[in-house]
């Protein structure tokens, strides 16, 4: 079993950054792909970026590309989110997980843990 929590979520004016974090317990990031998601209100959850467990691959999804960076500390129990230039369009709640299986695919429903979700809200 694999515990995240999520911090970092707040309000910030359009223009501005946040950086999520997402904490593990008991267990480390490295035999797991990791990624963020985010859920619209009243929209499906979607994939935001994932970095597979060897570290050599990143993905993004076309919305976020060139402002948000997905990343993970050195003691791999910690995945980071550096959202910059936000937008509006960016309001959502924001999830953590990870992935047991083999390849990294961005597709909700290939992700086995998750994360609670922290509120990030961008104001126009």
């Known amino acids: 079993q694999v515990q995240l929590v999520e911090s970092g979520g707040g309000l910030v004016q359009a223009g501005g950054s946040l950086r999520l974090s997402c904490a593990t317990s008991?267990?480390?990031?490295?035999?797991?792909?990791i990624g963020w998601f985010r859920q619209a209100s009243g929209k499906e959850r979607e994939f935001v970026a994932a970095?597979?467990?060897?570290?050599?691959?990143?993905l993004y999804a076309d919305s976020v590309k060139g402002r948000f960076t997905i990343s993970r500390d050195s003691a791999k129990t910690t995945m980071y989110l550096q959202m910059n230039s936000l937008k509006p369009e960016d309001t959502a709640v924001y999830s953590c997980?990870?992935?047991?299986?083999?390849?990294?695919?961005?597709?909700?429903?290939?992700?086995?843990?998750w994360g609670p979700g922290t509120q990030v809200t961008v104001s126009a």
């Open positions: 008991g267990r480390t990031f490295s035999s797991y792909d």
């Open positions: 970095i597979s467990r060897s570290g050599s691959i990143t």
């Open positions: 997980a990870v992935r047991t299986g083999l390849a990294l695919v961005p597709r909700t429903s290939y992700w086995d843990y």
